[in-house]
């Protein structure tokens, strides 16, 4: 015998009514997310203040004046942004499950600019001090995933303009005359569209229509967790590149920079792996409020000219 059954009302679609039982569980493993959520915050504090200390006590500190100490900059700038921040914002949908979904994605795109500012400062600090020092620029494995990491973030290429389009489905498919004046001005330039842009458009602009973002939301959680696990791979090249440039002789002798070198780089794999585990766990998702759900089907309706109760 099921113990969830649908309702027959009009958004028994989307909507069904569960047993207690079946309420229950989603209650008991709330505990375990909020261990999991703290855990992750707490790896991801002990990265930055870890990185903070790396700088601080074995490399002389942070100065952007000073061609000595600018370097240093890069490291703690690329760790909060590309790590921390998009790792926080990729989370914001599962801690704040009962917010307003307009809420969490303002504060999802937020945590997302935030990131790419900081993470902007340290390229800046990182080419500036190879310019003063007369060092060459992206020549090694770690400068390569680090640019292609930025460069994804921010304007990741999903195809030329006539395959982008046709993936995004026929303009008159819609009534959103933006997004036909958009899909038009794409056939005419051939311009690439960015995974990261047209995340923003689509979950932030309430105007495009249902099936579009319905159907580009996997591609947007996969691109970024993918684009997380290349942040963190990146800075650990970074943490090894560092080491053999600055304690080459020495960091076979077990030496503390060296040790806590190596640390920092164990905790940002346990909080990557903490975050992987929160955002894979179905029980984790975000459930639609009930307001939404009606907003939802009644936007579906006005944008597809389906009928919410012909949609089976």
């Known amino acids: 015998m099921e113990s969830c059954t649908k309702s027959p009302d009009l958004y028994s679609s989307v909507a069904p009514v569960c047993s207690m039982e079946d ?51 890069h490291p703690l700038c690329m760790i909060v942004g590309m790590v921390f921040l998009q790792g926080d914002a990729l989370l914001v949908y599962r801690i704040f499950r009962n917010e307003s979904k307009r809420s969490t994605k ?17 390229l800046i600090a990182v080419f500036e001090y190879h310019k003063k020092k007369g060092y060459s620029n992206m020549y090694s494995l770690h400068s390569w ?28 498919s819609t009534n959103n005359v933006a997004l036909r004046l958009l899909q038009s001005a794409l056939i005419r330039k051939r311009a690439a569209v ?7 458009v689509f979950f932030l602009c309430p105007g495009v229509s249902f099936s579009l973002r319905s159907r580009y939301k996997p591609l947007h959680v996969f691109f970024g967790v993918s684009l997380l696990i290349l942040s963190i791979t990146t800075t650990l090249l970074g943490i090894l590149e560092m080491l053999l ?12 920079e060296g040790v806590l070198a190596n640390i920092l780089g164990l905790l940002l794999v346990a909080f990557g792996a903490a975050l992987a585990y929160i955002l894979t766990r179905d029980e ?9 759900l009606a907003l939802s089907m009644d936007f579906k309706t006005l944008t597809e000219g389906e009928s919410p109760a012909g949609s089976h």
């Open 284 to 292: 984790w998702r975000r459930s639609p409020l009930a307001e939404e």
């Open 245 to 256: 440039f600055k304690i080459s002789d020495s960091y076979s002798s077990f030496v503390p």
């Open 23 to 73: 309420l229950a569980a989603p209650a008991a493993s709330s505990m375990g997310f909020t261990y999991m959520v703290a855990a992750s915050q707490t790896l991801g504090l002990a990265v930055i203040l870890m990185t903070g200390a790396w700088m601080g006590v074995y490399r002389g500190g942070i100065a952007w004046e000073n061609s000595n100490l600018q370097l240093n900059v």
């Open 106 to 122: 303002i504060l999802h795109g937020f945590l997302h600019a935030l990131a790419l500012v900081i993470a902007l400062v340290g």
């Open 145 to 172: 995933c680090g640019i292609a990491a930025f460069s994804f973030y921010l304007l990741q290429l999903l195809c030329e303009c006539r395959e982008g389009v046709a993936g995004l489905g026929n303009p008159s």
């Open 194 to 200: 960015s995974e990261w842009l047209l995340g923003l």
